[in-house]
Each structure stands twice: as structure tokens, then as C-alpha cells.
């Protein structure tokens, strides 16, 4: 197996916060959700489905992305809510491919009402879209074995933006630790796949630091047996 070429720099961590910014459009029945969708930027559907990993969350955990908790706790649409959270974004490619997945969702429960609920006017679903403000953390990992100490003790904005952000940036498309480890060539092609088999999204970040740290103390300690 190859171990590339040496000229492998360090793993730089950063940190991350998400800041949302309003677009101006607001729903305040089904309907009006549907027509919105199908026109928001993009990037609004991606912050109201990973939006809620940074935020302090006090709704239930049950529903995972805001569509749903807007539909549960404005609209009353629990069979809405229900399978609008079991939406996983990462098994789309893109997030035009996610938006088409809502709306016809959205059709679906439209085409079952014979009224159309509204929410009050308070409780309006309101479109934002983020903007991602990275922080340097000053930690430099200069080895693979090097994260099996570090992840545990990493905020989880550097869970999300390494983990999660990392894998909507173009042009890899993958985890910022698959694409370090990469640079080794084949050395860490079984740990690549361990990681890429991780769906971030249905666990808080808390959790899936825990998960990652796992997959890496496990990797390593089989390694050095």
C-alpha cells in the first residue's frame, strides 16, 4: 500500500457558528410553504435542516429539521411533522434533489386535506439562510493517530464544519478528515470507509463526536496490536 508522496501537511481544526439571515419570506399555511419552497435559495433548505445541530434546541428531538417542528407545533400536522422528519438529507445529492423530495411530500399531505390549517400569525414560518463564520482553533494534528486525542476535546463547531459543512463544499464533496487522510494514499483506506459509512444527521453533534472518536481509538488501537 502506498503512503503518498510525504508532503503531507497537518490537520489544521477550525471552528464554526452559523448566522441566520433573513430572506423575507414567511409562510403561515401549507400552501404558502409548498410555493416558497419551490423558489428559496437553496441555502435556506440547507440551514432549516442543519441549522438546528448549532442552535440550542428546546423543541422535541423527535422532529430533527425546522419544516417539521413548524409543521408539529404551529400547523398541528403531526402526520406532516412525522414524515417530513424521517427526511435524511444526506441520502440526496444535492440540495435541489432535497427541495424536490419537500415539495412532493408537501403535495402529498395537500391532496389528503379536505382544510388547509393555518398557523397564527405569531407562529409564521419564517425562510432564513446562513452564513458560516469560521474561527482558527490552533490546533494542528500532524499525524493520522495524532486525532484519536484530539477529537473528543474538539468544540462541536469543529465537528460540524469538518464533518458536516465539509461535505457540501465542492469540488470533493467529502469529510475534511477523509480528504487529510487521502493524502496518505492507501495507508488509511479502511478508516476512510469507517468514516464514510457515518450519517451525521440523526444525532446531535455531542454524539456524533463521541461516534467519530470511537471509530478512530478503535482503528488505531487494532493497528497497534
Known amino acids: ?5 510525504g508532503q503531507v501537511g497537518p490537520f489544521i481544526a477550525k471552528d464554526c457558528a452559523l448566522v441566520g439571515i433573513a430572506t423575507g419570506m414567511r409562510a403561515q399555511n401549507l400552501r404558502e410553504l409548498r410555493d416558497h419552497l419551490s423558489r428559496i435559495h437553496s441555502g435556506s433548505i440547507d440551514y432549516h435542516f442543519w441549522g438546528a445541530l448549532l442552535r440550542p434546541r428546546f423543541d422535541d428531538p423527535e422532529y430533527n429539521n425546522d419544516f417539521a417542528v413548524w409543521c408539529h407545533y404551529a400547523l398541528h400536522d ?35 386535506m379536505e382544510r388547509i390549517p393555518w398557523s397564527d400569525r405569531d407562529r409564521q414560518f419564517h425562510f432564513l439562510r446562513s452564513q ?9 494534528i500532524e499525524r493520522p493517530e495524532g486525532l484519536v486525542e484530539v477529537i473528543p476535546r474538539l468544540p462541536v463547531g469543529s465537528i460540524f464544519y469538518h464533518f458536516i459543512d465539509a461535505r ?22 479502511d478508516l476512510r470507509d469507517l468514516l464514510a459509512a457515518i450519517d451525521p444527521y440523526f444525532v446531535s453533534l455531542t454524539d456524533l463526536r463521541q461516534e467519530l472518536a470511537t471509530v478512530f481509538q478503535n482503528y488505531f488501537r487494532k493497528a497497534s496490536q
Not at 1 to 5: C, I, P, R, V
Not at 169 to 186: Q, S, V
Open 132 to 140: 458560516i463564520v469560521v474561527f482558527d482553533t490552533g490546533i494542528l
Open 1 to 5: 500500500m502506498s503512503e503518498g508522496n
Open 168 to 189: 457540501r463544499r465542492e469540488p470533493i464533496r467529502i469529510d475534511d478528515f477523509r480528504a487529510w487522510l487521502d493524502g496518505f494514499g492507501d495507508m488509511y483506506a
Open 78 to 112: 403531526d402526520p406532516l411533522a412525522e414524515r417530513l422528519a424521517v427526511i435524511d438529507p444526506t441520502d440526496f445529492e444535492d440540495l435541489e434533489s432535497l427541495r424536490q423530495e419537500m415539495i412532493e411530500v408537501i403535495e402529498e399531505r395537500l391532496e389528503e
